[in-house]
Nanobody
Framework: QVQLVESGGGLVQAGGSLRLSCAASGGTFSSYAMGWFRQAPGKEREFVSFISWGGGNRYYADSVKGRFTISRDNAKNTVYLQMNSLKPEDTAVYYC???????????????????WGQGTQVTVSS
């Protein structure tokens, strides 16, 4: 059983930056592919970014490509999402998720992940 705790959300002006962190415990973090998703009010949870278990494969939704960067530090059992040039439409609750072990192929669906954090709110003001 893997527990995930997100942090780093907050209120920022458009054009600003935030770095989200997701700390994992209770499992072999380094063996899990990890993902970030977000959910805005009244909308479905949507894929944001993926990183393979070894970190060699990274993938982004078109809406964040070039602005967001996913990374992981397996020594700290933590995955990060660096978010730059934030826009009001990035406002959402952001969730990290742990996916299949030893996965290198991108997973963009919520069904593809086994464990979820509680989420952290990101609000971008215009």
């Amino acid at each position: 059983q893997v527990q995930l705790v997100e942090s780093g959300g907050g209120l920022v002006q458009a054009g600003g930056s935030l770095r989200l962190s997701c700390a994992a415990s209770g499992g072999t973090f380094s063996s899990y592919a990890m993902g970030w998703f977000r959910q805005a009010p009244g909308k479905e949870r949507e894929f944001v970014s993926f990183i393979s278990w070894g970190g060699g494969n990274r993938y982004y939704a078109d809406s964040v490509k070039g602005r967001f960067t996913i990374s992981r530090d397996n020594a700290k059992n933590t995955v990060y999402l660096q978010m730059n040039s934030l826009k009001p439409e990035d406002t959402a609750v952001y969730y990290c998720a742990a996916g299949p072990r030893y996965r290198t192929v991108v997973v963009t669906t919520t069904e593809g992940y086994d464990y979820w954090g509680q989420g952290t709110q990101v609000t971008v003001s215009s």
